[in-house]
């Protein structure tokens, strides 16, 4: 295949096939040969799927492919980049990106977009020491297993209440701490959203004080801890020794039936 001379960085290497940025020891982000590798392989109306750009780029293996790849097209939507999924273009496979707008890539002779929802460190660790470092949507613990799924280990990360894609900021008020499973960009790619009636028929099958304690985040518009959650995170903090002596303690307390 023909490439425009575009299409070479100074270091007469493809974009998308550099190893490290052009003059310098520093790796060259897979977004950004991505985004070449787009713009100089297809053009507007058509469309792509993250198995052909991680062939394509050849990078970071089968393995959490799926995190990475989300990574990915958020990064090309910061860039500017229009790339629908099935979500909002219903002949779209699951899958399946068309481009309606290509945005920023190496040699298109612009400068990259400035990111301006960026979460600065000291408001990330704020937001980890006001939500307990637990996810707020399904509520999991920073390190703890996924229910059912013992040897699972949840990660914290900070999302947008108004995902940064559609312009929310990176204030307090619009954070909160998000596993990486329930994270922003892994749900606005999960294709269609849950249907209501679906909700409502989880919920008919909770408890009472379950559907009361629900009705009470629902109202506040956020997953509130109460006294419980707070004495199970402060026993989550305790070193290994002093865990395992609370441990046993808590169990004598709690008698049968654990
Ligand atoms: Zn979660």
């Given at each position: 295949m023909?490439?425009?001379?575009a299409a070479?960085a100074s270091n007469?290497?493809?974009?998308?096939?550099?190893?490290t940025?052009?003059?310098?020891?520093?790796?060259?982000?897979?977004?950004?040969?991505a985004?070449?590798w787009l713009?100089?392989h297809?053009?507007?109306?058509?469309?792509?799927?993250?198995?052909?750009?991680?062939?394509a780029?050849?990078?970071?293996?089968?393995?959490?492919?799926?995190?990475?790849?989300?990574?990915?097209?958020?990064?090309?939507?910061?860039?500017?980049?229009?790339?629908p999924s099935?979500?909002?273009?219903?002949?779209?496979?699951?899958?399946?990106?068309?481009?309606?707008?290509?945005?920023?890539?190496?040699g298109c002779?612009?400068?990259?977009?400035k990111?301006r929802?960026?979460?600065?460190a000291?408001?990330?660790?704020m937001?980890l020491k006001?939500?307990?470092?637990?996810?707020?949507?399904?509520?999991?613990?920073?390190g703890?297993?996924?229910?059912?799924?013992?040897g699972?280990k949840?990660a914290?990360?900070?999302?947008?209440?108004?995902?940064?894609?559609?312009g929310?900021p990176g204030e307090?008020g619009n954070?909160r701490v998000?596993?990486?499973?329930?994270?922003?960009?892994?749900?606005?790619?999960r294709?269609m959203p849950?249907?209501?009636?679906?909700?409502?028929?989880?919920?008919?099958l909770?408890?009472?004080?379950?559907?009361r304690?629900?009705?009470?985040?629902?109202?506040?518009?956020?997953?509130?801890?109460?006294?419980l959650?707070?004495?199970y995170?402060r026993y989550?903090?305790?070193?290994p020794?002093?865990r395992?002596?609370?441990?046993?303690?808590?169990l004598?307390l709690a008698?049968?039936g654990v």
């Amino acid at each position: 295949m023909e490439y425009p001379p575009a299409a070479y960085a100074s270091n007469g290497i493809l974009w998308w096939e550099l190893k490290t940025a052009p003059g310098t020891a520093q790796r060259f982000g897979s977004e950004r040969k991505a985004a070449a590798w787009l713009a100089f392989h297809k053009k507007l109306g058509d469309t792509f799927t993250t198995e052909e750009l991680r062939l394509a780029i050849g990078v970071d293996g089968k393995r959490n492919d799926n995190e990475h790849a989300q990574r990915r097209l958020r990064q090309l939507r910061k860039d500017g980049w229009e790339i629908p999924s099935v979500k909002y273009v219903r002949d779209l496979k699951v899958g399946e990106y068309r481009i309606d707008t290509i945005g920023w890539y190496p040699g298109c002779g612009r400068e990259r977009p400035k990111n301006r929802s960026a979460v600065s460190a000291r408001i990330r660790s704020m937001v980890l020491k006001r939500d307990g470092s637990r996810c707020q949507i399904c509520g999991v613990g920073d390190g703890e297993a996924y229910p059912g799924e013992p040897g699972s280990k949840a990660a914290m990360t900070v999302g947008h209440l108004v995902s940064d894609d559609f312009g929310g900021p990176g204030e307090l008020g619009n954070l909160r701490v998000e596993c990486a499973r329930c994270n922003e960009p892994v749900r606005s790619e999960r294709g269609m959203p849950e249907s209501p009636l679906d909700v409502i028929y989880a919920a008919r099958l909770l408890k009472r004080d379950q559907v009361r304690r629900l009705a009470s985040w629902v109202s506040k518009g956020s997953r509130t801890r109460d006294a419980l959650d707070e004495v199970y995170d402060r026993y989550r903090k305790l070193a290994p020794g002093d865990r395992n002596q609370a441990r046993s303690e808590l169990l004598k307390l709690a008698g049968d039936g654990v």
